[in-house]
């Protein structure tokens, strides 16, 4: 897909392009993958900027999402004057973003018909924290903060954190995972499979480290 941009970049020529991928993105091919996509928009005159940003550190958000950004300009002043979002401190919670006194749908909890049930009662002794299912069966670390929301949880439905409520061990809702990507309440989905908007929840973006870099965007345009 990144050659599909650049086809859009040599065809509108932006003042600034921004791209966001997983924070291995520096690794991967051992760098050159990374090397490639710094020098293609080296060639066409822009000044590159990079950082890793994660939604708990850098946008209150209860979650590991870790996050590589690319910001480049093709104006050398702008990039100059451009910095990335700073660390703050996480102040929330995953119990402040989602409601375990509202019993969600029935289809979202785990009961006796489940593999995992058992074990499932066993291991989820705290309702403070997340659990997860793993490639080995039910993960025995409990997170304090969501675990990075990925697009498997479309492709393997108990994929999906899950969390202990008043009524029982259930997933987390497509709600509970839009509060946990920082979209605001109203935010919904059109009448799509359940497993489509799983995986769309595990591919978007965080979405206050996005509107965080667009207004110093912004702002530096405005200027």
């Known amino acids: 897909m990144y050659f599909e941009i650049l086809r859009v970049i040599d065809v509108k020529r932006p003042p600034i392009v921004l791209l966001e991928n997983v924070k291995n993105l520096v690794q991967h091919d051992d760098g050159r993958t990374f090397q490639t996509i710094y020098n293609t928009l080296a060639e066409r005159g822009y000044g590159v900027k990079y950082a890793v940003l994660g939604a708990n550190t850098h946008a209150n958000i209860p979650q590991y999402r870790d996050r590589i950004f690319i910001a480049a300009f093709l104006d050398y002043e702008k990039l100059e004057r451009f910095r990335f979002l700073d660390e703050i401190p996480l102040t929330k919670s995953v119990n402040d973003l989602i409601d375990k006194e509202m019993p969600a749908e029935q289809s979202y909890y785990y009961g006796t018909g489940s593999k995992y049930y058992e074990t499932l009662l066993k291991r989820m002794t705290d309702d403070t924290v997340i659990y997860r299912i793993d490639d080995s069966g039910v993960a025995m670390?409990?997170?304090?903060?969501?675990?990075?929301?990925?697009?498997?949880?479309?492709?393997?439905h108990d994929r999906?954190?899950?969390?202990?409520?008043?009524?029982?061990?259930?997933?987390?809702?497509?709600?509970d995972c839009l509060a946990l990507q920082g979209f605001p309440t109203e935010f919904g989905f059109p009448n799509i499979p359940l497993n489509e908007v799983y995986k769309q929840l595990g591919n978007t973006v965080c979405v206050p480290v996005i509107a965080g870099i667009a207004r110093r965007i912004i702002a530096i345009f405005n200027d």
């Open 160 to 175: 999906v954190p899950l969390i202990r409520d008043l009524y029982g061990i259930r997933k987390l809702t497509p709600e």
């Open 141 to 156: 670390r409990a997170w304090q903060i969501c675990p990075t929301l990925k697009a498997n949880m479309g492709t393997y």
